[in-house]
């Protein structure tokens, strides 16, 4: 489909990131066969709450997400591939369905946006290809005893991200979106691939690239400073670079007041609704996560906003009316 290019539209608005999507999966009460359907009835493992397989055995509530969000006002989707490498999905035993599980989550959010995009020409909706960090870390060992060891090596990471990249691209997304990056070594893995898979598919896409502070040292967790993940993230050419998860927007903003004062790139921020309760939950209404989100664009400092755990439809839609009364942050 024929749409003008993302970059071109972010220096007219601020772009609107979709919310999440574990939450509103968790409103389907799925169960166990919920997540094996057929293709999966005998698998070895047990699969509940495996999201992103969701993609094989039941789209139809990606479909149903996707549209609130759009209908929402969001323009970006993001694909429901956060766990989507070999390395994520072998906590299932499901490394040979990660094609798959890409490939068909971004057809299936590439099929939504497109619906919408051509019912409003003027408002092109896009898809994000998610690609979330992996759990396992080349910086940080997981043996207290032996500070030396990885549980996993550069190579196998690279390897990964290059499987969930090629599937993404091939399923139809419009950007990548490398986030809740809490290790800068897994995220130059990860854009070491995509680099490779571009020079082998002849493509080139943008790149987002998201980070997280993991709580009030202000530093990822492995150990960088937010001007220093964005230095350590800038030797290519990014669409943009900026923050997710982990913190609400009030705690947010002091961090990406950093990064917009250390970067030429766009800067995107998609908070949680606040802190988790006792029970896991985030109680942030839309409007009191706004009216913290005012003053990200009171400062002049994002150009893409959107909403992480505990966000939904009712949180995109505050969002994306208080967005559209501003001007986007001005790159120089």
Known sequence: MNKPHIKDVLKEKILVLDGAMGSLIQTYKLEEEDFRGERFKTHSHPLKGNNDLLALVRPDILKEI???????????????????????????????????????SAKIAKEVADEFTLK?????????????????????????????????????????YKGQTIALIDGGVDVLLVETVFDTLNAKACLFAIDEVFDEKGVN??????????????????????????????????LSVGLNCALGANMMKPYLEVISKNTDFSVSAHPNAGLPNEFGEYDETPEDMTAQIKEFLDGNLINIIGGCCGTTPDHIKAISDLAAEYKPRKIS
């Open 120 to 160: 409003n020409p003027n408002k092109p909706r896009y898809v994000a290809g998610s690609i979330g960090p992996t759990n396992r870390t080349l910086s940080i060992s997981p043996d207290v005893n032996d500070p030396g060891y990885r549980a996993v090596t550069w190579d196998e990471v690279v390897l990964a």
């Open 205 to 238: 896409l943008p790149i987002m690239v998201s980070g997280t502070i993991t709580d009030a040292s202000g530093r990822t967790l492995s150990g960088q400073t937010a001007d220093a993940f964005v230095t350590s993230v800038s030797h290519i050419d990014l």
């Open 66 to 104: 996707h549209a609130l969000y759009l209908e929402a006002g969001a323009d970006i989707l993001e694909t429901n591939t956060f766990s989507g490498t070999t390395i994520a999905q072998a906590d299932y035993a499901l490394e040979e369905a990660v094609y798959d599980i890409n490939f068909h």
